[in-house]
Antibody, heavy 116, light 108 residues
Framework: HVQLQESGPRLLKPSETLSLTCTVSGDSLSSHYWTWIRQPPGKGLEWIGNIHDSGNTNYNPSLMSRVTISIDTSKNQFSLKLNSVTAADTALYYC??????????WGQGSLVTVSS | EIVLTQSPGTLSLSPGEKATLSCRASQSVARNYLAWYQQKPGQAPRLVIDDASRRATGIPDRFSGSGSGTDFTLTISRLEPEDFAVYYCQQCANSPLTFGGGTKVEIK
C-alpha cells in the first residue's frame, strides 16, 4: 500500500520560495511518475508538473519560470520549489504518483498560505 | 494546451438514480488518456477511471467510463450515499496535463 506525505513550511511571505517534500512509503520511486497538483481554497485542481525517476520533468507553462521539481531516490522523496510566491499561490498542495501520467496515489495535501 | 469542459456544473439526484457526467476536450485526447477523479470534502482526489474506461483498483462496477476523441462520459449506474462528491476529468495525453472544472453530484 503506497502512502505519500507532504512536508514543508505552511506560511510564507510574498516573494519567498515555497519548498515542499513528498515522502513515499510502501514502494520505491522507480518506474513511476511523481506529480505536484494544487487546489486554491474552494476551487478546482491545477497540475503543476511531474518527474520520472529517470529525472525527466514536465511543467505547467504558466508556472515554468518559477518551478522546479526534483527527486531523491535514496530517500524515496521528491520535492517542489516555487519561487517568488504571491497570494495567488495560496493553495492546498498535493503530491501524487502513478505508473503513468494519471495519479493513483495521493498525499493528504499541505495547505500553504502566502500572506504578508 | 487542451481545455476540458465538464457539464453540468452541478447534478442534483437521489440515491439509486443514475448519474451521467460529461467531459468535452478542446482537441482530441490521444490514445484516450482521460482520467476521472472523485473528491469528497476535506479529502484528496481519488482515481476512479483511467484510460477513459478502465476502473481503478477498488472502484465498484457501478462506475463506468466511455468515450473517445473529444467527448467522454462518466456514468454511475445507481448512486450510493458515498458517491455524492465532486468529480474531475483530467487529460493525461499532452503536457501540460489539464483538469476540467468539476461536476458536483449532490443529494436532491
Amino acid at each position: 500500500h503506497v502512502q505519500l506525505q507532504e512536508s514543508g513550511p505552511r506560511l510564507l511571505k510574498p516573494s519567498e520560495t515555497l519548498s515542499l517534500t513528498c515522502t513515499v512509503s510502501g514502494d520505491s520511486l522507480s518506474s513511476h511518475y511523481w506529480t505536484w497538483i494544487r487546489q486554491p481554497p474552494g476551487k478546482g485542481l491545477e497540475w503543476i508538473g511531474n518527474i520520472h525517476d529517470s529525472g525527466n520533468t514536465n511543467y505547467n507553462p504558466s508556472l515554468m519560470s518559477r518551478v522546479t521539481i526534483s527527486i531523491d531516490t535514496s530517500k524515496n522523496q521528491f520535492s517542489l520549489k516555487l519561487n517568488s510566491v504571491t497570494a495567488a499561490d495560496t493553495a492546498l498542495y498535493y503530491c501524487a504518483g502513478g505508473l503513468g501520467w494519471s495519479s493513483d496515489y495521493w498525499g493528504q495535501g499541505s495547505l500553504v498560505t502566502v500572506s504578508s | 494546451e487542451i481545455v476540458l469542459t465538464q457539464s453540468p456544473g452541478t447534478l442534483s439526484l437521489s440515491p439509486g438514480e443514475k448519474a451521467t457526467l460529461s467531459c468535452r476536450a478542446s482537441q482530441s485526447v490521444a490514445r484516450n488518456y482521460l482520467a476521472w477523479y472523485q473528491q469528497k470534502p476535506g479529502q484528496a482526489p481519488r482515481l476512479v477511471i483511467d484510460d477513459a474506461s478502465r476502473r481503478a483498483t477498488g472502484i465498484p462496477d457501478r462506475f463506468s467510463g466511455s468515450g473517445s476523441g473529444t467527448d467522454f462520459t462518466l456514468t454511475i449506474s445507481r448512486l450510493e450515499p458515498e458517491d455524492f462528491a465532486v468529480y474531475y476529468c483530467q487529460q493525461c495525453a499532452n503536457s501540460p496535463l489539464t483538469f476540467g472544472g468539476g461536476t458536483k453530484v449532490e443529494i436532491k
